[in-house]
């Protein structure tokens, strides 16, 4: 009984020359600013040398990499459901997670530095940790043998390693389906579902210890278990938003203006705001079980974001990144309205973006009137002062950036996966 | 399924009768109603969800307004199709939410922090943290109990029967059967004209309702009345025992609908049981043995008796320092000072609540310079420590034999303290 459609005879599927000018403008773009955050983060004098700057990267960094894998947790969860509405957009989301080698190589930006002994990104690199006098040994050191640089970077390959083989794969096969006959793309699309089960069991296990590992860890003696599931969630609701307005772009350039409709854009709209809740939903689940258990261990990480300046910062997330969007997205026009739709879609990654600054700009350490305070660690809250400095900004753009230059690099052939047997229900697809 | 079934004399392929017409006949036992039946409308059965949509729009542009379609499963663009207006409802969910919000929020602060203030270790009784939860269930719990009774009251539910139950072929409705009503009530129906208006709508099968236009058997029957009377009073029943219970005393115990572990197979202390020779529970010494750790074979420790006599020294197992002048103070402050004070003059709290609201209750001055407690040896204050003196209770039981011993030298240090003179105060010592 569903309804399908076949592709609009006057529809312009092909990417042409639209990822070969993205590569070449985030590329130079975010080379150019890249190459001034090195000169400006060396000028920093806050807390240790490169100490900011190493932070920055790693916020700037983390922003773009949740929605590299956000993408391919989508296509994943359409295979594995068989997803009919979100075919037309499967081929964007193809072209996100393209990016991903270029990520893994921007990720060895703090990676080798850490592996060369740089240990005022990751506290547990500090030597003199497996000292038995140091005052944290006794919290950390059953952890030292997991935070090893060199077994920490070997994860950090594994972890790419699984992230870029599933993209390769998903949308190789995809793209290889272009060129097939009817019974051949069939025949594809089924085994891609099929391996999706598994691909998404790998996929969550990965996420679950990337997350833990490369933004968990900056505090390494905080634990929570629930830490990569709102990791994930505010993953997922970057990937919805940059799907909208990645699609919507490549739309402006008159390419498959047919295709993604309203209703389309919807279906984004629904998950923009499912993915809020479940954002907020793990993000309180998180704080609750930590306040009310109130263990000292577990509280120190909101005693820096409750009770010195990003008390306001997390005012801001609770209201900025959920309240008002939950709120105004709860109704039908917000995501029809497809201006409105993409003020969100901004907003909620402004908000992503913030989310992530909170998360992780707090465990940097301090040197207090020469006195040194370790962020994640000890200390008076009080002593906590949100900092910005303009590397914030020029690494956030020159990820962007390349990111985007990443994308385009992936950026060819048809920009909807054209032999899909499903793609007929796509195109037709309503909201009643 | 009734005695008016005005369907089985139709074959499917034979057009509908006018109504009263010579093909109309009833049931035996309805003869005499017969000519009082009264056209309720048409029903037309539709092979596709296609079909039935292709056939709503058309009879809507033909300008009907009182139809309804029927399926056994949700049909997409149904409502478009029939010219039905959005629904309200989300509004009416909204509203319902927010109720369940502050009624959540409210029941909450009513029952914790205003009607029964309760201390649970210390923590406040209305904090917004630890009331999310429930507010958030309670949030959700009314929006859907408004989704769910919201659809219920817009589709006039529940309709306990509707005249097109009296067709045979309309049981299949809730199978595989697809079907479009129109009202005789339109102002457009005209039973031919509608009849090939539906034909050509595609429909398989036309058929005309016919309903018993008797008033008698337009109304609900007496005896359901008289059941639901009955139901609802005894319904009170319930309601009117608690307002009872609420309202009078009772020497009763009280029932127990959970009875929990109230009532153990096991014997209480101080209770009579059978079993035993001598008819009590509670079991003795048993002769010629010692419980365990109650040995007290030292006399001068445990009875502060020096062969035979009050000793006026310390038992050897208990050395006088800070740290057993500071327990035996501990102890005191604890056991002592509620009758004789602080200060070990007499005044505690009970002794001053008793003058208080008039009675008598003197506890000795253990400190005044002719007190007998400064007149006594050791052995005979530890005694009196231990099995009490007058009125007093013995503290043996509360508290152990070193802390006894402690508690006398702290008392000997009060005596000492209380009646010293200024010429003893170490130099330097000031006055206050």
């Not at chain 2, 109720?99 to 959540?104: K, P, W």
């Not at chain 2, 359901?224 to 608690?242: E, N, R």
């Not at chain 2, 209480?268 to 365990?292: C, E, I, M, W, Y």
Request: glycine share 8%.
């Amino acid at each position: 009984m569903s309804a399908t459609k076949s592709l609009h005879p006057d529809e312009k599927l092909k990417a042409n020359k639209l990822g070969s000018r993205l590569f070449a403008i985030g590329g130079a773009a975010g080379a150019l600013l890249l190459a001034l955050s090195v000169v400006l983060g060396g000028a920093i004098d806050q807390g240790f040398a490169w100490q900011r700057f190493f932070y920055a990267y790693l916020v700037a960094w983390g922003f773009v990499c949740s929605i590299a894998v956000g993408s391919l947790f989508f296509i994943l969860s359409h295979h594995l459901v068989r997803g009919k509405w979100g075919i037309v957009l499967r081929r964007v989301a193809e072209f996100i997670t393209g990016s991903l080698p270029l990520l893994f190589l921007l990720g060895l930006g703090f990676i080798i530095p850490v592996l060369a002994g740089y240990k005022h990104l990751y506290y547990w690199s500090e030597p003199g940790l497996h000292d038995a006098s140091h005052p944290l040994y006794h919290h950390m050191h059953n952890k030292l043998g997991w935070f090893d640089p060199f077994f920490f970077a070997g994860r950090y390959v594994l972890y790419f390693a699984i992230y870029i083989g599933l993209a390769r794969w998903f949308a190789g096969k995809s793209k290889a389906a272009d060129d097939l006959d009817e019974a051949g793309a069939a025949a594809l699309a089924e085994k891609m579902r099929v391996w999706s089960g598994i691909a998404t069991l790998v996929f969550s296990i990965t996420t679950v210890f990337f997350a833990f590992d490369l933004f968990m860890s900056l505090s390494p003696t905080w634990f929570s278990t629930i830490y990569s599931v709102n990791w994930f969630a505010g993953a997922m609701l970057a990937t919805y938003c940059t799907l909208a307005l990645f699609t919507r772009a490549i739309q402006r350039s008159g390419r498959i203006t047919h295709s993604v409709t309203v209703e389309h854009y919807h279906d984004i709209g629904k998950y923009m705001f499912g993915w809020t809740f479940f954002w907020i939903y793990t993000a309180f689940s998180q704080f609750m079980l930590q306040w009310y258990g109130n263990m000292p261990e577990e509280t120190v990480f909101y005693n820096y974001r409750m009770f010195s300046q990003w008390e306001w910062v997390s005012w801001a997330l609770l209201f900025g990144h959920w309240a008002f969007p939950y709120l105004a997205l709860v109704t039908r026009w917000t995501k029809r309205i497809l201006p409105l739709l993409m003020f969100f879609a901004v907003w909620q990654l402004v908000f992503h973006y913030v989310d992530l600054f909170w998360n992780v700009m707090p465990n940097q350490q301090w040197l207090v009137e020469g006195k040194l305070v370790l962020g994640p660690l000890q200390g008076d809250p009080a002593l906590h002062k949100v900092h910005f400095h303009p590397v914030d900004v020029t690494l956030l753009f020159a990820m962007i950036a390349l990111f985007l230059a990443g994308v385009g690099r992936s950026m060819k052939g048809n920009l909807l996966p054209v032999k899909d047997p499903k793609l007929g229900e796509s195109l037709a697809f309503e909201n009643y | 399924m009734d005695t008016h079934d005005h369907s089985h004399d139709h074959d499917d392929e034979r057009p509908v009768p006018p109504p009263g017409g010579g093909d109309h006949d009833h049931g035996d036992d309805t003869a005499a109603a017969g000519a009082d039946d009264e056209l309720h409308g048409l029903l037309a059965e539709f092979e596709t969800p296609g079909a039935l949509i292709a056939a709503a729009r058309k009879v809507k542009n033909a300008g009907y307004t009182d139809f309804d379609c029927y399926s056994p499963f949700p049909v997409h663009g149904i409502d478009d199709a029939m010219g039905i207006k959005r629904t309200r409802l989300p509004l009416v969910v909204f509203a319902g939410g927010i109720a369940g919000l502050i009624g959540g929020a409210f029941l909450q602060w009513w029952m914790n922090a205003y009607n029964w203030p309760w201390n649970i270790g210390g923590k406040p009784s209305w904090s917004i943290p630890a009331n999310v939860p429930i507010t958030y269930e309670t949030t959700i719990l009314l929006s859907v109990l408004t989704t769910f009774f919201g659809m219920w009251a817009a589709n006039k539910l529940p309709q306990v029967w509707h005249p097109f139950f009296r067709l045979d072929r309309f049981a299949r409705v809730t199978d595989d059967g697809l079907f479009l009503g129109i009202d005789a009530s339109d102002r457009r129906f005209e039973l031919e004209q509608t009849r090939q208006l539906l034909v050509a709508a595609g429909a398989t099968h036309v058929e005309a309702c016919y309903v018993d236009a008797r008033p008698e058997a337009r109304q609900v029957p007496k005896p359901i009345f008289a059941v639901m009377i009955a139901l609802g009073m005894l319904a009170l029943i319930p309601l009117v025992q608690i307002y009872k219970a609420r309202a009078t005393r009772s020497s009763q115990p009280h029932w127990h609908i959970f009875s929990d572990m109230d009532f153990q197979p096991k014997v209480k202390s101080d209770q009579p049981f059978p079993d035993f020779a001598d008819g009590r529970g509670n079991r003795g010494h048993l002769a010629g043995t010692v419980a365990r750790g109650q040995l007290a074979a030292d006399d001068l420790f445990d009875r502060g008796l020096d062969h035979g006599a009050w000793t006026t020294s310390l038992p050897p197992q208990i050395t006088v320092d800070d740290a057993a002048l500071d327990r035996g103070q501990e102890r005191y402050n604890i056991y002592c000072a509620p009758c004789h004070g602080y200060d070990g003059a007499g005044h505690g709290i009970v002794p001053e609540r008793v003058k208080r609201i008039g009675g008598v209750w003197e506890a000795r001055n253990l400190v005044a310079p002719d007190s007998v407690a400064i007149a006594m040896p050791n052995g005979q204050l530890f005694n009196t420590v231990s099995n009490g003196f007058n009125t007093m209770m013995g503290y043996a039981a509360q508290v152990p034999v070193a802390d006894r011993w402690k508690i006398v030298l702290y008392v000997r240090a009060l005596q000492r303290a209380q009646n010293a003179t200024r010429d003893e105060l170490p130099p330097g010592a000031t006055v206050r």
